[in-house]
């Protein structure tokens, strides 16, 4: 076991230090010997070889000489012997062959050697392939990349694309015009290729006249030419590139005469500032052109560019007047500006150009214009006197005092009121003023005429119509209709029945308000009730009904108290006091007074005594009244106020329902109509039956005249009021 754990470590050891050849020891105890073993380690080709890169450059002068040499990377195989790299292999080529180079421990370097010279103008880089080969069986190789860099020199001279370069110029081009541009080629590369240019021989004068761009060859004319003066100029060009190496080519310029003077325009009068109203032929202005050139170059035409309302009329070859050919309106052109041209026959022609303006003055021809003929302003009731309710503005295109617009109002009455005391403008800013707060349930809209008038000689106006209407605002509370408040202070009873059943109609609460739309929708509440869980009224409609039927234990003297509330912002609300009896008919009434009678207590039978007693006190003097009244009537009809007041007793109206069949408690006939016009109010009802009780103070107390007529007639306008949702002022029968 020893001995096989020595050889192990010497194996390991071994195959670091690479050696071929391993030395063991073996001892045996019995009989003592030991014995040394030498194990000879043989190589397989189990490595190919390899190159330290797998890409080399190498750059080489196209000037190189040939049989240069130039060495390479040798390739590595970890095996030994034959099977370690034997030999190397180059890639077909036809500039290079493969050589061999032998260094001092022994390794063979490749080099590549250079058999015909390089011409990097063909073929600037040439790629090879670098093959090691080892002598193992089979046989493995490696291969490298080598990429040959061909690097220039300068072998090529500058070459025009031509010898004798031949331009004609005009003796007008301007300065900066490009004369020529020259181009000379290297086949070098780099340096050897950068050509620069420049005049190798030039005539003084020319050396004024012409450059050249050193970088791109480009002559400039920079001087004034003269035909007259010199007609041809000749130069050579040199083109040298970076090596050193040049060549020539001559550049003949020659000179073309031109046109090379322009017209000239004079004006000799002008006429500058015309009324706008002028009469077509009015002379502007009289013109003379001359030209310095000769034959056709100094033959000129004389025109005026543009479509204006002007005409250039020729008076003699040299002479042209302008004048008007229509009449002319500032507000559409306040002036113009006359472009003459003068152009001669020449090859090119040229020209010349002069402009005039003509300023028109402002004659009184426009009326003022309203932006709008027809202004609406929307004015808040109540507003302060003094307010700003529109402006109003009117432009006249004309100038100065001909364009100073005054403001003014047409007078009228409204109402058999001049319209100076409503309102009052600004003469200069055509703001309207209201001189007091206007009240939208007098008077909802009104309108007239505003006047705008120039200051021109003769003035010119025009006028404008205003309506203002006037925006209804909360200022009315409601007003209750029905039931009516009693100014003397009598309490006021209503009957309901005992027997009544959830859903019974008990009353109505009738109101109406001045105001419109928002304002004058009314909501109807309980604010105040003894037993919050019998009534319950309609929002909308105003209906008072019974939400349970009634009990033993509920009073028999109700009060309810009703709000009425509007729409508007703030709202404004009315209340009105119900006094309600709960019995079956009023002989079954106790006493009434102001403190509410429990119909459970001991002493019912006392009250009943003193109730009986009263109510027929009371009926005896309803039958006298009512002799006395029949009697006394006359042919014209009972007004409701006398049938109110003194004959009919106090009763609940009853309306048509879902709840209720629409009848009334007592056994009366009726017809009752109320409408928010006074002119339609009909009371046509209190018609007296054969069971009559007129022995109770009547509580439907509600003139006539409580029912106002809240539309404004006396502006005559047919706008439309808001309605109300279900106000309640419909007809009941």
């Not at 009989?31 to 080399?56: G, M, R």
């Not at 290079?96 to 103008?121: M, T, W």
């Not at 309207?432 to 106006?461: N, T």
Request: proline share 5%; aromatic share 8%; with cysteine.
């Amino acid at each position: 076991m020893e001995t096989w754990l020595s050889g192990r470590k010497l194996i390991e050891r071994l195959s670091v230090e690479k050696m071929c050849l391993l030395n063991l020891k073996a001892v045996i105890e019995n009989p003592l010997q030991i014995f040394t073993i030498k194990v000879e380690i043989e190589d397989i080709n189990d490595n190919a070889p390899s190159f330290s890169k797998k890409y080399f450059e190498v750059e080489i002068s196209e000037s190189a000489l040939s049989n240069a040499r130039f060495a390479l990377g040798y390739a590595q195989d970890s095996d030994i012997g034959t099977n370690s790299v034997q030999g190397y292999s180059l890639s077909e080529n036809e500039y290079f062959i493969l050589g061999e180079k032998a260094n001092s421990d022994g390794h063979v370097y490749p080099e590549l050697v250079l058999e015909r010279p390089l011409d990097r103008e063909k073929q600037s880089t040439i790629e090879l392939s670098l093959t090691a080969s080892d002598g193992g069986n089979p046989r493995k190789t490696g291969t490298a990349l080598i990429k040959i860099v061909v690097l220039d020199a300068n072998d090529n001279y500058p070459m025009f694309t031509q010898d004798t370069y031949q331009v004609a110029l005009s003796e007008n081009a301007p300065n900066g015009f490009l004369v020529i541009q020259l181009k000379a080629t290297d086949e070098d590369d780099g340096s050897n290729a950068q050509i620069t240019y420049s005049f190798s021989h030039i005539s003084e004068k020319g050396d004024h006249i012409f450059q050249i761009n050193a970088e791109n060859g480009e002559i400039q004319k920079i001087g004034e030419l003269d035909y007259e003066v010199t007609k041809n100029y000749k130069i050579t060009v040199e083109a040298k590139d970076g090596g050193g190496l040049f060549s020539y080519s001559e550049v003949s310029v020659q000179v073309i005469d031109a046109n090379d003077n322009t017209p000239e325009i004079q004006i000799n009068s002008f006429l500058s500032v015309i009324p706008e109203d002028s009469p077509p032929e009015t002379v502007i202005a009289l013109i003379n052109i001359h030209d310095l050139d000769s034959g056709e170059n100094g033959e000129v035409v004389c025109q005026i560019t543009e479509t204006l309302p002007f005409q250039l009329i020729s008076l003699t070859e040299s002479y042209y007047k302008i004048v008007t050919l229509s009449r002319m309106d500032r507000e559409i052109i306040p002036d113009y500006n006359i472009t003459i041209i003068a152009k001669d026959k020449g090859t090119p022609s040229l020209s010349s150009t002069k402009t005039i303006q003509v300023i028109l003055t402002d004659v009184n021809d426009n009326i003022p214009i309203f932006e709008k003929t027809y202004y609406v302003a929307y004015v808040p009731e109540n507003n302060l006197p003094g307010m700003a309710m529109l402006r109003v503005n009117a432009v006249d295109r004309d100038t100065n005092e001909n364009g100073q617009v005054v403001y003014s109002i047409i007078h009228k009455d409204i109402q058999d009121i001049s319209i100076s005391s409503h309102i009052s403008i600004n003469s200069g800013t055509g703001v309207i003023y209201a001189l007091h707060g206007f009240d939208y349930e007098q008077m909802r809209e009104f309108q007239f005429q505003v006047m705008a008038k120039d200051s021109g000689i003769p003035s010119l106006s025009s006028n404008a119509t205003i309506r203002v209407c006037i925006i209804d605002k909360n200022d009315n509370s409601p007003r209750i209709l029905y039931p009516s408040s009693d100014t003397e202070g009598t309490v006021v009873y209503e009957l309901i029945p005992s027997s009544s059943e959830k859903g019974y109609l008990v009353s109505k609460v009738i109101a109406v308000d001045a105001d419109s739309g928002h304002n004058s929708w009314l909501s109807y509440y309980l604010i105040q009730v003894q037993e919050p869980s019998i009534f319950m009224i309609g929002q909308h409609t105003g209906e008072i009904r019974l939400t349970r039927d009634f009990q033993e234990t509920d009073s028999s003297r109700q009060k309810i108290v009703v709000m009425v509330k509007d729409n508007g912002e703030p709202t404004l609300s009315a209340t009105v006091t119900l006094n309600l009896l709960i019995a079956e008919n009023f002989q079954a009434v106790p006493e009434m007074s102001n403190k509410p009678i429990k119909l459970d207590t001991p002493d019912v039978t006392f009250y009943l005594v003193i109730a009986i007693a009263v109510v027929s006190l009371l009926f005896i003097l309803a039958v006298i009244g009512t002799v006395i009244s029949k009697c006394r009537k006359s042919n014209s009809p009972v007004s409701f106020g006398t049938l109110a007041t003194d004959m009919y007793p106090q009763f609940a109206f009853q309306y048509p329902s879902q709840l209720s069949d629409g009848t009334l408690p007592l056994p009366f006939s009726y017809d009752v109509c109320v409408a928010l016009d006074s002119s339609q109010n009909e009371f046509p009802f209190l018609k007296p039956t054969q069971n009559e009780f007129p022995f109770l103070k009547p509580s439907l107390n509600v003139p006539t005249d409580n029912l106002i007529d809240t539309g404004d007639s006396s502006t005559g306008n047919d706008s439309i009021k808001e309605a109300q949702p279900d106000s309640g002022l419909s007809q009941v029968r």
